[in-house]
Antibody
Framework: QVQLQESGPGLVKPSETLSLTCIVS????????WSWIRQPPGKGLEWIGY???????NYNPSLKSRVTISVDTSKNQFSLKLSSVTAADTAVYYC???????????????????WGKGTTVTVSS | DIQMTQSPSSLSASVGDRVTITCRAS??????LNWYQQKPGKAPKLLIY???TLQSGVPSRFSGSGSGTDFTLTISSLQPEDFATYYC?????????FGQGTKLEIK
């Protein structure tokens, strides 16, 4: 089955750019939406954004000016860049797959069914 | 953004108890509501999508209901492995938003 694995530096200096990659194994990235979610220590989940395999993106407005999500279908992976980081960006970062089911009412019901294990990123000098 | 509010924020219960967690959306989201379970140090796990559809492999003691703005997650008979934090999440629109979480603890 599909598995996701995040990778990237665990420590980033303030004002620098956080860069993470999520490798998709056991299936093709060439379908569905691919998301980034983060969780500050002891807090809840925050959706960062997602990318469709074709390259179209959707970002959380609260982070939009600093976020870039990209996809590399040849490597079956997608990436997150978050610029100008501060201590408030310290969190566990998860990648996830968002899929949909077609409902009887004609709606498309989206949900995140596969998650990576998460990677801890600390912003500190 | 659609705000999701869960209640209670924490809950103590015993093995075998029936437990209900509530999630309220700041506007109608039809049935575009998902529930996740998260254990310490682990990634969230999808339990229920489309408000009431059980994800494959999830025990049938979990159930979801509701539509519009009010939703519930029910665990019919708590098992030791169910003690965790539960999150609701709306997929009606972007940005996707989560409830603040409900921590289910052993009494």
């Amino acid at each position: 089955q599909v598995q996701l694995q995040e990778s990237g530096p665990g420590l980033v200096k303030p004002s620098e750019t956080l860069s993470l990659t999520c490798i998709v194994s056991g299936g093709s990235i060439s379908s569905y939406y691919w998301s980034w979610i983060r969780q500050p220590p002891g807090k809840g989940l925050e959706w960062i954004g997602y990318i469709y395999y074709s390259g179209s993106t959707n970002y959380n407005p609260s982070l939009k000016s600093r976020v870039t999500i990209s996809v590399d279908t040849s490597k079956n992976q997608f990436s997150l860049k978050l610029s100008s980081v501060t201590a408030a960006d310290t969190a566990v970062y998860y990648c996830a797959r968002e899929v949909y089911s077609y409902g009887y009412d004609g709606g498309y019901y989206y949900y995140m069914d596969v998650w990576g294990k998460g990677t801890t990123v600390t912003v500190s000098s | 953004d659609i705000q999701m509010t869960q209640s209670p924020s924490s809950l103590s219960a015993s093995v075998g108890d029936r437990v209900t967690i509530t999630c309220r959306a700041s506007q109608s989201i039809s049935s575009y509501l998902n529930w996740y379970q998260q254990k310490p140090g682990k990634a969230p796990k999808l339990l229920i999508y489309a408000a009431s559809t059980l994800q494959s492999g999830v025990p049938s003691r979990f159930s979801g209901s509701g539509s519009g703005t009010d939703f519930t997650l029910t665990i019919s008979s708590l098992q030791p492995e169910d003690f965790a934090t539960y999150y609701c999440q709306q997929s009606y629109s972007t940005p996707r938003t989560f409830g603040q979480g409900t921590k289910l603890e052993i009494k």
